[in-house]
């Protein structure tokens, strides 16, 4: 059984709808793909009905934005309860911040590259989380940088003059949030260090005695020594280990079905879960 449980859709920074996410994981011969949005599940229900209709099983889940002590992380959370109040004040919270930090990152860009904000808005098209990926977007198409890696890598990265922070809810918090609305909170590629700082081993200490369920493992932006030291980790702690290609359409490299997960982790997530995998 082939499952990747990292996928976005255009409801945040990918560049196919959710049905066309879905299908295109069909397509790649996944048997389960988990549709994970950032701070928002929108896209859910068009991904539910795409599911049924070419026979593929979907986990429905977000990842939410976080900080500890000041970096960001990510948390994939899992079949959780979309109507949750709480989680979704905080998602909501986190987007808007997302957006108006992403307005004042094009200010600050356009004294020195052709850009606006409308620029930015043609390519967001139908998103809902609206952010970075789709500045870089429009730096493509205005012909500033050849692809959307280069301009993380030249004009968007963390420690440019450009980069502006937004809120996000803490970390520990985050996860007591996901937890409460019924989900199963999974830390997205903790080990990602060429995207900048991450976190020390004791983080995984405090949010497991939070209620962290696992850590995303085998990631492509995981070298094969963080990928030995976060397994190890996981094995200390009792967390499940996951896989996902974070696939994004045309928008990254990654492809679907890169990086997988054992069905047996996916069983122990959905025995967690509030919400039914789609079948």
């Not at 998103?127 to 205005?142: F, K, Q, S, W």
């Not at 070298?223 to 397994?231: F, W």
């Amino acid at each position: 059984m082939r499952i990747d449980l990292h996928a976005h859709s255009s409801a945040s920074d990918g560049t196919q709808t959710p049905a066309e996410l879905v299908a295109a994981a069909a397509a790649a011969g996944l048997d389960v793909v988990a549709l994970t949005d950032h701070d928002t599940t929108v896209g859910w229900d068009a991904a539910a009905r795409a599911a049924r209709d070419v026979g593929i099983a979907l986990v429905r889940g977000t990842e939410v934005s976080a900080r500890w002590r000041g970096v960001s992380v990510h948390l994939l959370s899992y079949l959780q309860d979309p109507t949750h109040e709480a989680l979704v004040r905080e998602l909501e919270r986190t987007r808007d911040a997302r957006l108006g930090r992403a307005r004042r990152m094009v200010e600050l860009l356009a004294r020195d590259v052709p850009i606006t904000w409308q620029d930015v808005v043609a390519q967001s098209d139908d998103a809902v989380t609206v952010g970075r990926p789709h500045i870089a977007d429009a730096l493509v198409a205005n012909g500033v940088v050849p692809t959307r890696d280069a301009a993380f890598a030249r004009l968007l990265r963390a420690d440019g003059p450009y980069h502006v922070p937004h809120y996000a809810p803490d970390a520990a918090d985050a996860v007591r949030a996901i937890v409460a609305a019924g989900g199963v909170p999974v830390f997205a590629h903790p080990g990602a260090d060429a995207r900048g700082r991450i976190v020390p081993d004791e983080t995984f200490d405090e949010l497991a005695a939070a209620g962290l369920v696992g850590l995303e493992v085998h990631h492509r932006d995981h070298s094969p020594a963080q990928r030995e030291r976060l397994t190890a980790l996981a094995g200390r702690l009792g967390l499940l280990v996951t896989g996902g290609s974070d696939y994004h359409g045309a928008g990254k490299l990654n492809e679907l079905g890169e990086n997988l997960t054992r069905p047996e982790t996916l069983a122990a997530i959905e025995e967690r879960g509030t919400s039914e995998v789609v079948r």
